[in-house]
C-alpha cells in the first residue's frame, strides 16, 4: 500500500497506550491544580484537536530520529509521540519538551 503524501487526507483511527492515558490525566490533574478548570479544560480540548488532525492526516509529524520503532511527533504545548500502521494512529506519550523521549518511550 504506498504511503500517502503528508497533506494527503487519509481516514485513521486514533488509539491512546495506558501511558498516554495516564500522561493526559496527570497533565490535566497538574494544570487543573495550577491553573484552574477552565485553563484544564482549554489544554485538553487542544490536546484533543491535535491527534483529531490524526484522523485526516496521520502522517503529519514528522518521523523522530533515533527512535525505534519508528515513531513519529506532533506537537500541542506538549509532544505527542506517535505510531501509525497504515490504518491506526497510536497515541504513545504525551511529553513535556524537556523530557527525555528515548527513555521514557521504551518503559
Do not use: W
Amino acid at each position: 500500500m504506498p504511503l500517502s503524501a503528508p497533506n494527503t487526507p487519509t481516514v485513521a483511527k486514533v488509539a491512546f497506550s495506558v501511558q498516554a492515558g495516564v500522561d493526559l490525566d496527570d497533565l490535566f490533574a497538574f494544570s487543573l491544580e495550577r491553573f484552574g478548570f477552565d485553563a484544564a479544560d482549554d489544554y485538553f480540548s487542544g490536546v484533543q484537536a491535535t491527534c483529531d488532525r490524526l484522523i485526516d492526516f496521520p502522517e503529519l509529524g514528522p518521523v523522530v530520529p533515533d527512535i525505534r520503532p519508528p515513531t513519529r511527533i506532533v506537537a500541542f504545548r506538549h509532544n505527542i509521540y506517535y505510531r501509525f500502521d497504515g490504518r491506526t494512529v497510536l497515541i504513545l506519550r504525551v511529553l513535556h519538551h524537556a523530557m527525555n523521549a528515548g527513555a521514557h518511550l521504551r518503559r
